[in-house]
Structures are given as C-alpha cells and as structure tokens.
C-alpha cells in the first residue's frame, strides 16, 4: 500500500518540477561569447573540404 503512494507523490513531484517557467538567462557575455566561437567555427570551416573528398576540382 505504501509504494504506489510513494510512487505516485514522486511522479507528482517530478510533473511539478518538469512543468516550471524556463529561467531567463539574458546574460550578455554568455551571448557574446557564443557569437565568438560561432565566428570562429565559420572561419575555419570555409574553404575546407570533408575528409575523403579531394579539393581542387
């Protein structure tokens, strides 16, 4: 008798948890930072070619 109780307070306790506003995060070096690394990922991807393929033709 006492499992499905607990087992059902858990569950309500997890839907209550998953259910939550999502945090504002609006942390403008946080931002900064990743428009760095996808400028740098952009920079030392172009003009390079996937592994196997041959460049030049």
Excluded: C, N, Y
């Excluded at 504002?24 to 991807?45: I, K, Q």
């Amino acid at each position: 008798m006492i499992i499905p109780v607990v087992a059902v307070l858990a569950a309500a306790a997890w839907a209550s948890w998953a259910q939550r506003a999502p945090k504002a995060t609006g942390d403008p070096a946080s931002l900064a930072e990743h428009r760095r690394f996808m400028a740098a990922m952009e920079r030392t991807t172009t003009g390079t070619s996937a592994p196997g393929e041959r460049s030049g033709r």
